[in-house]
């Protein structure tokens, strides 16, 4: 099993910048894939961005490339998203999500929330104009 816990969420205004953590515990090891994942009200949840084992290969939504990095410290078990010139439609709840796919050695990558395993309890970051 593995848990995951985010942090850094919080109130920013418009053109700041906030950086998210993902702490995993338990069975890290196994963890190939990562992910961000957010969801505002009344909508559906969203990939922002994703990794594979190595970080080698990254994924980023189009309404958020140039602005956000997504990394992973795997010797510590973590993984971030730094999110640079915030916009007010980047308000939402961020997940972070882990899955121990195979593929994920091979420099593949998921975008799709069905194929995470594991899951954060969420992070809520709020951009004001």
């Known amino acids: 099993q593995v848990q995951l816990v985010e942090s850094g969420g919080g109130l920013v205004q418009a053109g700041g910048s906030l950086r998210l953590s993902c702490a995993a515990s338990g069975r890290t090891f196994t963890i190939s894939i990562m992910g961000w994942f957010r969801q505002a009200p009344g909508k559906e949840r969203e990939s922002v961005a994703a990794?594979?084992?190595?970080?080698?290969?990254?994924y980023y939504a189009d309404s958020v490339k140039g602005r956000f990095t997504i990394s992973r410290d795997n010797a510590k078990s973590t993984l971030y998203l730094e999110m640079n010139s915030l916009k007010p439609e980047d308000t939402a709840a961020y997940y972070c999500a882990a899955d121990i796919t195979p593929r994920g050695y091979s420099g593949s990558y998921s975008t799709s929330p069905w194929e995470y395993a594991y899951w954060g309890q969420g992070t809520q970051v709020t951009v004001s104009s």
């Open positions: 990794i594979n084992r190595s970080g080698g290969s990254t």
